[in-house]
């Protein structure tokens, strides 16, 4: 009988543990939630842009590059020193778009780390967030947490921090993403980085070898 009783206060022990704990976890959730919640007010007066293409260089260029790209991705962050390269070797006959295309199921943080980057745009330093992005790829792409670190990019971009995160994770911010991504998947893109060069489809072996670019392409095993 002894026994018996002893099991059943154990038993009890284990159940409150586990209802105390639950509560613990839906307390701090909403705690979280109330402590994350951003009054626009805060941010009225911040200059803002349009969520539009990201675009820069010649619209007359006689070469025209479009990058579909995930900001987690390596191979994609390889390619970014060549563009960057591109920009200064042929200057006013270059044009450059940059796309995402969020690998969503190899890289857990390519969605959010896309959304950084438009809602910096949003206060109009999209491609300064773009190359913070690629320049710190290790420090954030392993990251449970990786809002965190853009915040801190977006304070050393001396963007307005409440105004970056309430734009992260606005719909219209999450739909720019999205529209990109989607005509990656219509144009039958199998990886990233995939480059539409003067309209043609061009993996980045492709675009590298095309151009002749192989000089600028580090190959040093990490």
């Not at 913070?132 to 790829?137: A, E, G, I, R, V």
Request: hydrophobic share 40%; glycine share 4%.
């Amino acid at each position: 009988m002894s026994h018996t009783s002893k099991k059943r206060k154990n038993k009890k022990i284990i159940t409150l543990s586990v209802v105390l704990l639950a509560l613990i976890l839906i307390v701090s959730y909403f705690v979280s939630s109330s402590e994350n919640t951003i009054d626009p007010a805060t941010f009225a007066d911040v200059e803002t842009f349009e969520l539009e293409a990201r675009v820069k260089g010649n619209p007359e260029a006689e070469l025209s590059l479009v990058e579909f790209s995930d900001f987690q991705c390596p191979a994609c962050q390889q390619a970014y020193p060549v563009v960057k390269q591109l920009e200064e070797q042929y200057g006013d006959q270059f044009l450059f778009e940059y796309r995402h295309f969020p690998l969503r199921s190899i890289h857990p943080n390519a969605q959010i780390a896309a959304q950084a980057a438009e809602a910096a745009g949003v206060q109009g330093m999209f491609w300064e967030m773009h190359d913070m992005l690629f320049d710190n790829q290790s420090q954030w792409s392993r990251s449970f947490n990786p809002t965190k670190e853009f915040k801190k990019y977006a304070e050393e971009l001396g963007l307005n921090v409440d105004r970056f995160e309430f734009d992260l994770k606005s719909d219209e911010v999450k739909e720019k993403v999205n529209a990109d991504a989607d005509q990656a998947e219509l144009l039958g893109l199998q990886g990233t980085p995939s480059f539409l060069v003067n309209g043609e489809q061009k993996t980045f072996e492709e675009f590298v070898m095309m151009l002749d670019l192989e000089e600028l392409v580090d190959t040093t095993e990490e």
